[in-house]
């Protein structure tokens, strides 16, 4: 551990412990790798010259389910701390409580949902003793590592970018009270957006307010400095790349252009810190989304759900398997120019060129084992229970992964159906007596899905997958998950329209939950059956602790487990081709599960790549994100 020091803010300079300070940092999120992965990524930021690193806290991580708490493994925050203070980098630190970061649901536990009445990121009794619960146990995992103590956080971040989704001014003053009444006695900031109308309900002028910016226009710079012309420009994000969402063109920025924009940005005396500076990976299912239209849309696309892939490459400095790019070199010269200009120490390396990348490309595994999911639904699920009508995730106590409902449907007469989903958050794959009926997706035209019943009548399975809780904004209020309203059997006319007066809904459910934590209680002795889902079993050898990219080749849409572990999503819409398979996963002989929703076969042959795959798109396409893919 560090001496004891206090950060102290000037209008124009910052000191820690009393000698000059210089703020210099950037976002690496411990939660987004493997444990063994940390050290080399901090490594890169201590070469570059950054003297902090920042990181969100995933307030659904640690406490993923109320009450109970998780920090071991890639959630060891003390671990994580006291690698920064052995490289030699302070933390500014963003307990939040919302780390929006397109992450599930902003960061935020989905079991908030259950609560009715709760006011999300307010000063609501219900939701502040949730969050004062939390921050007590935090608390205990980072007050230890403050500067004050000896450690490396130098600063504590209140709520971030609050002004873009409320103006409970009450809330942000009360989160910052329960973090100083546990300890915290560094500097308290916020983040948010420049214009007035975020800046004011967003922060409060004792706390040190930053911006989140692409570019400090004269706009920006004026508007900050009227709010708190006190203490120096901070850009708590400077946007150096942008994320990913399925089927969008993944925009990239040049490194001439990023450089270009953090020049300027310094020559104006900001600190600035990197969004992101390393790039990282939204293991399992724990993407978020967001409702409306994104940066790589093509103009007039409408507002709709867009979840995001598995990637958090971003396009950062540094990518997502760990090694730096031109960007970052780019940027590394503009620093040392600056500060060797103002007179200041620069602390990074001299090194100009990449290190040596070693990854690893294994081909044609096949997977020749298989099962039906839905004949092993019962044996993998978390719980089972009956209801009058559809129960969300959030009713089945259940984060992410899928649920199946199922009911029967008696014969009354020859006429023919379709299927209505009501608040389907977010995409079904319908099953008539076995036979797969086609696909619907979360505000998207359905596919045409017809059929009759037989005199002995149907059994209906509807298999949703959660995709992505909302992240960003207002939509984040009504984000539970499954089948959130009721399902209706639509009876057509014989020249195929909605006969009008049917208002009768499908009651009578079976709900059984499929978190899929685990794939290993599959029955193999189950086989598939055609156009059902499949889960592959195979395995393969590799070097351990090499990184590689795991290709699905045929493989449409579904996840991945590997040595028991989820990597995340795949979709063949694209714009990400492979997933990052970290090697601090890997062994010499490795045992791989994959869950594929549309399968082409019982068998099935995969890759791994000794590169990614993050472009399959071209510049030209909209953000669609097609029903099946």
């Known amino acids: 551990m560090s001496k004891k020091a206090l950060l102290e803010i000037h209008k124009d300079s910052l000191t820690l412990g009393g000698e000059p300070f210089y703020l210099a940092s950037g ?7 493997f444990k063994d992965g940390w050290r080399r990524r901090l490594k890169l930021m201590k070469d570059f010259g950054l003297t902090a690193v920042q990181t969100y806290v995933p307030w659904n991580m640690h406490e993923p389910e109320e009450g109970k708490f998780c920090f071991d493994g890639s959630l060891d925050i003390g671990e994580f701390l006291r690698t920064c203070d052995e490289v030699g980098l302070k933390v500014m630190f963003r307990p939040s409580p919302y780390i929006c970061s397109e992450w599930d649901f902003g960061g935020l536990p989905y079991w908030l949902l259950k609560k009715d009445g709760i006011g999300i990121r307010t000063y609501d009794p219900i939701y502040m003793e949730c969050l004062k619960n939390y921050y007590e146990r935090l608390a205990k995992e980072f007050v230890p590592y403050l500067s004050t103590n000896g450690g490396p956080i130098i600063a504590v971040a209140v709520e971030n970018e609050y002004g873009s989704f409320g103006d ?10 329960l973090l100083r009444e546990l300890g915290v006695d560094v500097p308290l900031y916020t983040a948010n957006g420049f214009e007035s109308f975020k800046l004011l309900p967003g922060s409060r002028p004792e706390y040190w307010t930053s911006i989140d910016v692409h570019e400090l226009t004269d706009e920006a710079r004026s508007s900050i400095l009227e709010y708190q012309g006190d203490k120096p420009i901070m850009i708590g994000e400077f946007w150096a790349g942008r994320s990913q969402q399925w089927g969008g063109y993944f925009k990239r920025q040049t490194a001439e252009d990023v450089a270009k924009l953090y020049k300027s940005i310094i020559d104006q005396g900001a600190y600035v810190n990197f969004y992101m500076f390393c790039g990282g990976t939204n293991f399992g299912f724990h993407n978020g989304a ?8 093509l103009p007039g696309a409408p507002n709709r759900y867009i979840p995001f892939a598995t990637s958090y490459d971003v396009d950062a400095p540094v990518t997502e398997y760990g090694y730096p790019t031109e960007k970052y070199f780019a940027c590394k010269r503009v620093l040392r120019e600056y500060l060797e200009a103002q007179g200041i120490p620069f602390t990074g390396s001299d090194d100009e060129a990449a290190p040596s990348c070693e990854t690893q490309s294994i081909d044609s595994v096949k997977l020749t084992k298989s099962a039906d999911l839905l004949d092993n639904a019962e044996a993998l699920a978390k719980s089972i229970r009956k209801s009058g009508i559809p129960l969300t995730f959030e009713s089945m106590n259940q984060d992410y992964g899928f649920m199946l409902y199922s009911t029967d449907i008696e014969y009354t007469d020859d006429a023919e159906r379709s299927i209505r989903i009501e608040g389907l958050h977010d995409r079904a794959m319908i099953f008539g007596n076995g036979k797969y009926l086609g696909s619907m997706m979360r505000d998207r035209k359905p596919e045409d899905i017809r059929f009759t019943i037989p ?3 149907m059994h209906l399975d509807i298999l949703v997958e959660n995709m992505g809780r909302i992240n960003y904004g207002n939509a984040m209020l009504n984000e539970k998950k499954g089948i959130c309203g009721f399902v209706k059997i639509e009876v057509l006319n014989e020249d195929g329209s909605i006969y009008p007066w049917n208002y009768t809904i499908k009651t009578s459910w079976t709900n059984i939950s499929l978190p899929f934590d685990s794939l290993e209680k599959t029955d193999f002795s189950k086989p598939p059956k055609p156009g059902r889902p499949i889960i592959y079993q195979g395995s393969f050898s590799a070097k351990p602790g090499v990184d590689t990219f795991f290709n699905p080749g045929s493989g449409v849409k579904g996840f991945v487990e590997i040595n028991g572990f989820n990597i995340g999503r795949y979709w063949s819409i694209g714009p990400q081709g492979t997933l990052y398979v970290p090697g601090e996963l890997l062994k010499e002989n490795n045992i791989i599960r994959i869950v594929e929703l549309h399968p082409k076969g019982d068998e099935l042959t995969v890759g791994f790549d000794a590169e990614p795959s993050l472009d399959t798109i071209e510049e030209t396409c ?5 029903v099946v893919g």
């Open 622 to 626: 909209d953000l669609q994100v097609s």
């Open 168 to 177: 409970d001014r009450r809330y942000i003053a009360e989160v910052g009270r």
């Open 455 to 457: 005199r002995s009548g």
């Open 290 to 297: 967001l409702e409306g239209r994104y940066g790589a849309d």
């Open 27 to 33: 976002d690496m999120h411990y939660f987004r790798f």
